[in-house]
DNA sequence: GGTGTAATGTGACTTAAGTCGTATCGCAAT
DNA sequence: ATTGCGATACGACTTAAGTCACATTACACC
């Protein structure tokens, strides 16, 4: 497969024998959007490393409710961690949310890599930094803050981000800060009451950076 | 200073060479009990790898609430996910469970070894896959599952463990699994009286192991 | 043995969050 | 238009979880 290099910005600082070596063993793989790509629980057989499009990683739990993990974009790696382990089964559920498609690295391959291309592992370690962080971020506010505040964090992050602000469900924003749709929608009317957002469809956009930021940070009013 | 390899279980793959570089970098530091590591949120100057003893990694919010992020015992890096991001900030705080020592490292020398030494991030890589995973489930746990359920597959949890199953507060218990210690008492209480554990002062026996397994794992009754 | 402090036990109360039922809206396909 | 469906809206209700105020016990230290 002829893959080029530039366009993976992840691998770029590598080596030319390194890249080689790599390059060699990705074939590639097209999802639909909403198509799933590896289930929690099953058995890890691939890592993989996103061309383009974007995945979401999620848990769910008997009754069906999700939470979102990871939202990965172009060049991330995926299910790493999963072939680490052992044993080797899927730590989550991976879905892509655009039409997607990834680079598929089989666990064979990934370990051959891990040993035989110590850069490779030097890759990958940058990759989870800022992954890890986000986790812990996710972890703390679950525990430690009530679903107005990581709701609130939620609409600021994503007025700061790249992301396009619209196309988000309610069902999608309750499963990426941990509660149902029913909540999502009455706090954003709350939210629009006060004149901190305003809506239009299911496109909010952000009135009040200040208060919002206010009702973001602090425990209560 | 002369470290003796051997002890140091995740440094033990390594070649003569990468280990020399580490080794004649890290320098020791002893903590008592209690003491603190480092503080969220300040400047992140080092990384750690322990000695002996273990640490308790946190965060908290503005009213004192505490959630622990992770207990890392023998071996364990600590702090390298925040000399990694930019800018290096500590990511959470690290407190001394019991009296411990540390190795460490400093953040110029952590780059260095990160560069000249491609065999050190892949010790890294590899003792980051299971802290991963735990943080997945700490997150989908606090999210998916009510604090009876996360209460129940704690005990479980320490009773399947090598950890002294005794020494834990209800404070401490409360941190782990996200909640305060009055809803602890009162639901260790419950089990009580359900005859799925029994309680002498601070220490819990498990009594009915598939009881409190029905109750880890369904949400309900 | 006392004394002080940390850890617990307990019940009453408040509130955030989740549940349920049903109505409405927007949009796509026919 | 009509139908159908997914996404919302919204009020009433239930409950898990957190708050508060004390009483009680365990334990370390003089």
């Keep these: ?3 080029d290099r530039k366009e993976n910005q992840i691998f ?15 074939f590639s793989r097209d999802l639909d959007a909403g198509q799933t790509l590896f ?3 099953g ?11 974007a995945l979401r990683i999620l848990r769910t739990n008997p009754e069906g409710r999700v939470q979102v993990i990871a939202r990965l974009g172009m ?13 080797r089964v899927n730590q989550a559920t991976a879905e892509a949310i655009t039409s997607t498609s990834v680079y598929v690295l089989t666990a064979a391959d990934f370990d051959t890599l891990l040993t035989n291309t110590p850069e490779f592992s030097q890759t990958l370690l940058k990759a989870f930094a800022n992954r890890i962080s ?19 964090r939620f609409i ?14 309610q069902d999608e924003i309750a499963a990426q800060i941990g509660t149902i749709r029913d909540v999502v929608g ?13 809506r239009e469809r299911s496109e909010i956009t952000l009135l009040d950076r200040k208060g919002l930021n206010k009702a973001a940070h602090l425990p209560e009013i």
Excluded at 47 to 53: A, E, K, M, N
Excluded at 134 to 152: F, H, N
Excluded at 156 to 169: H, K, N, R, Y
Excluded at 186 to 198: A, P, S
């Design 1 to 3: 497969m002829k893959i």
């Design 12 to 26: 770029s600082e590598l080596s030319d024998e390194a890249w080689l070596a790599i390059q060699s063993r990705l």
């Design 39 to 41: 289930l929690e629980g």
């Design 43 to 53: 058995p890890a057989e691939s890592c993989y490393f996103i061309q383009h499009g």
């Design 75 to 87: 060049n991330q790696p995926v299910n790493i961690i999963s072939l680490l382990n052992q044993p």
């Design 134 to 152: 986000q986790m812990v971020d996710l972890a703390a506010d679950l525990s430690l803050y009530p679903v107005r505040v990581r709701l609130a």
């Design 156 to 169: 600021l992050q994503l007025a700061e981000s790249d992301v396009e602000p619209s196309g988000w469900t």
């Design 186 to 198: 009455r706090l954003l009317r709350e939210f629009e009451d006060q004149e901190l957002i305003q």
